[in-house]
């Protein structure tokens, strides 16, 4: 396991009912590929060794004698492998059979799960062979010439760089008290389940429902394997189901029906599941509470050293997953800001709204939304008063797409020009308007904010901050200018989103405003706080000054939901972004991101309110609580190593 990520495996072999030898065999050669492709955990289906379908063979002197030579066979040819295997097998302890999972590793047998929920309803009727764990006391038996107790006492097997793993079979997970509930608890990260599903319409939907949120129940990693190809189809039909979770979400899949054996992997961040765990205090006040008697089994020092490289698909833009793309995605951000604004208009009893309207991304969402709080509260949308301020730096595309957006949305327009009163505050305060510097661009920023604020009060209603997340996160905002307003309701909508959701915006609105939107959306990024070039276009791109949103909104996302390292985190942007940024540009602006969030932080202390969208906000009195002093150097040093 490097940076946290362990690789695991789940099989599904070919299987001819009955036949031990070559069930065997074609567990053997799966597990020869599993050790060349670096999987450090697999699981087989239940009862791979004999198939699940056996039924009265399971009776059989023959059938069952077979078993202790197949196991040393599996011991023998795994003398040389670091791969953990975990495999199904009926096992006789004193006068019960069970039904077990066997792991095995570097030839060593390391323990038996036995299986505790036996189904014996509809198609499944294992009682008539097999008995269930609770009714089993600890035994000592002898297999593949190796003296190991069998009990229903829970365990925990340990690998040698300190992943803790659980096992479950089959009708296991199905329970309404899961051994996983327990095992989780216990202190496993990830869950191995060996598995006989048949397959009828509508049921493996209804499965990957229930490993779903079992995984993200337990917080855990969940690998998944069920009976394929081979198995007898007499009564039902197996499709062989692979199936690979990391709390919650599926990581990798394989083909049901498929003919030939399948080998799927995934790399699950263990890192990511523990902070989760640890962030989670209901999952740590259950785990307080829950009285454990589980045994810790140690898995085999590894052997083969092997190079660690990242296979797992890492999107590059995290706050927009693949389902931010639909339509009802987009809409549900839209009703969580509209309802936080119609809530406080309600309780302050306001029927108007200030907004600076600069023609950029973020004043365009922030109307947008303003309009649909106002439509939802049956409000008259010219209580939206939406005012231009332009200054030395606005540019005549954003000017009439601000003048062009507000006409369309039927809200009052006011123009308020701040050159001239800007100009006698630098006189004032004995500044050259020549030097283009933070006095300068500063001094904008807050003469539209005392604008707006004045004018809420003119009108009796409140000014609407525009900033978003990644400005916040960056401090990319004036302190008591653009930083400030009475309500921001773009407060935890990162900059990627918020492109998001005018993009989808256009796409639903009229032809004329989505040429508006179209055209917000294509202009840079910019503050437009310093003079335009001599063709008249904007001269000051945030992006070239600050770095690429899309890698700040990456990184902030990491930094905020999982704590990851710097390096981690330089790792994942490596894969997010496949080399469309070199190692020295990541490595440049990663630095950047945390010199910024650290030094920033003063400006969030004191951030207005307004609602949290999505899992992260920098909120004070949410999500992030941090001293305005603490000093960026551990994580500086950890860039610079990189």
């Not at 038996?112 to 198609?123: Q, S």
């Not at 307080?288 to 020092?301: D, G, K, L, R």
């Not at 300068?440 to 004018?455: F, G, H, K, V």
Request: one cysteine or more; aromatic letters at 8%; hydrophobic letters at 40%.
């Amino acid at each position: 396991m490097e940076y946290g990520f362990i690789k695991v495996g789940t099989a599904i072999p070919a299987v001819r009912v009955g036949d031990v030898q070559y069930n065997t065999e074609q567990i053997e050669a799966l597990l020869t590929q599993a050790e060349e492709a670096g999987i450090e955990i697999i699981v087989f289906p239940e009862l791979s060794l004999t198939g699940y379908t056996c039924q009265d063979l399971f009776r059989q002197r023959s059938l069952l004698e077979t078993i202790d030579a197949a196991v040393t066979h599996l011991l023998q040819s795994t003398l040389q492998k670091d791969v953990i295997a975990i495999v199904g097998a009926p096992l006789e302890v004193g006068n019960l059979l069970l039904n077990c999972a066997i792991i095995v590793q570097q030839g060593k047998l390391l323990g038996i799960v036995p299986k505790t929920y036996l189904p014996n309803y509809n198609e499944f009727y294992e009682k008539r062979w097999f008995t269930s764990s609770q009714s089993l006391r600890p035994t000592t038996i002898r297999l593949a010439g190796t003296a190991i107790e069998v009990s229903a006492q829970p365990k925990l097997f340990e690998t040698a760089q300190g992943v803790k793993f659980g096992i479950e079979i089959c009708e296991d997970v199905w329970a309404p008290t899961p051994p996983s509930n327990h095992l989780t608890l216990a202190g496993a990260d990830l869950i191995f389940n060996l598995s006989a599903t048949d397959e009828l319409v509508g049921k493996h939907a209804y499965l990957k429902s229930l490993l779903a949120q079992q995984s993200a129940r337990t917080i855990s990693g969940y690998v998944y394997s069920s009976c394929g190809f081979g198995e007898s189809t007499q009564d039902v039909v197996y499709g062989g189901n692979a199936l690979i979770y990391e709390n919650g979400t599926l990581l990798s899949e394989g083909q049901r029906f498929a003919l030939s054996p399948q080998l799927v992997t995934a790399q699950i961040d263990v890192e990511r599941i523990r902070y989760d765990r640890c962030n989670n205090t209901t999952f740590a006040t259950a785990q307080f509470h829950e009285v454990s008697e589980t045994a810790i089994v140690p898995c085999c020092p590894l052997k083969n050293f092997k190079p660690f490289h990242l296979e797992r698909c890492v999107p590059s833009a995290p706050f927009i997953p693949e389902a931010m793309a639909t339509e009802s995605a987009c809409e549900e951000v839209f009703h969580i800001q509209t309802m936080g604004l119609a809530k406080r208009l309600r309780h302050i009893h306001a029927e108007k709204v200030v907004l600076g309207i600069s023609g950029g991304l973020d004043s365009t969402l922030a109307l947008l939304v303003c309009v649909r709080t106002f439509d939802l509260l049956k409000l008259n949308r010219q209580g939206i008063i939406g005012v231009t301020m332009p200054g030395f730096g606005t540019t005549d595309q954003t000017h009439q797409n601000a003048h062009r957006l507000m006409q369309l949305l039927g809200v009052t327009m006011r123009e308020v020009p701040i050159a001239a009163s800007v100009t006698q505050h630098f006189k004032d305060i004995g500044h050259d308007g020549a030097v283009h510097d933070v006095v300068y661009e500063n001094s904008q920023a807050r003469e539209r904010t005392q604008i707006l604020m004045d004018i809420s009060n003119q009108v009796g209603g409140i000014v609407i901050g525009t900033g978003d997340l990644s400005e916040l996160a960056l401090g990319w905002a004036t302190y008591n200018g653009d930083q400030m307003s009475m309500y921001g309701v773009n407060a935890s909508v990162p900059k990627t989103l918020v492109q998001c959701l005018v993009q989808h915006e256009a796409l639903h609105s009229s032809q004329e405003l989505s040429l508006v939107l179209k055209d917000i959306l294509n202009t840079p990024i910019s503050p437009e706080l310093t003079p335009a070039d001599n063709a008249g276009r904007i001269s000051q791109r945030t992006e070239e000054l600050i770095g690429p949103y899309e890698l700040h909104d990456f990184y902030l996302y990491y930094v905020m939901r999982f704590g990851f390292t710097p390096a981690k985190i330089f790792l994942l942007a490596q894969k997010a972004f496949n080399n469309r940024y070199a190692d020295e540009v990541l490595k440049h602006w990663l630095c950047s991101f945390y010199r910024r969030f650290f030094a920033q932080q003063f400006k969030r202390s004191c951030m207005p309110d307004g609602p949290k969208v999505g899992g992260i906000s920098l909120s004070p009195r949410g999500d992030w609580r941090m001293p305005s002093d603490a000093t960026a150097a551990l994580w500086l040093q950890s860039c610079e190593a990189l």
